[in-house]
């Protein structure tokens, strides 16, 4: 088990921009499995973006697909999520989460992963 800390998330204009980070202290994130994750009031957590242990494997919600993307920086331990046009249906609080367990799926949109953040609050109203 380890911690993991989302931040970036904010108050945004319909078709504004964020980008979400996700960090894990004491802990690399190479290697691991990782997800983003989202979930809005009354509805169901939904995985949104997914980013495999050798990196080289990404996956996304077609409801976000073309529109938000998943990256890493080695270095700084840090996954991404840019978000571009953002519509008020993305409204949510967003996780990342992460698993360095083989038998998690690579690059997964279900919440299989053991490790989670606290999430940040995205809104994004007029």
């Known amino acids: 088990q380890f911690q993991l800390v989302e931040s970036g998330g904010g108050l945004v204009q319909p078709g504004g921009s964020l980008r979400l980070s996700c960090e894990a202290p004491g802990f690399t994130l190479d290697g691991a499995n990782i997800g983003w994750f989202r979930q809005a009031p009354g509805k169901d957590r939904e995985g949104v973006a997914c980013?495999?242990?050798?990196?080289?494997?990404?996956g996304y919600a077609d409801s976000v697909k073309g529109r938000f993307t998943i990256s890493t920086d080695k270095a700084k331990n840090t996954v991404y999520l840019q978000m571009n046009s953002l519509k008020p249906e993305d409204t949510a609080n967003y996780y990342c989460a992460a698993d360095r367990d083989p038998r998690v799926p690579i690059c997964t949109l279900l919440p299989l992963y053991a490790n989670w953040g606290q999430g940040t609050q995205v809104t994004v109203s007029s």
């Open positions: 980013i495999g242990s050798g990196y080289d494997l990404t």
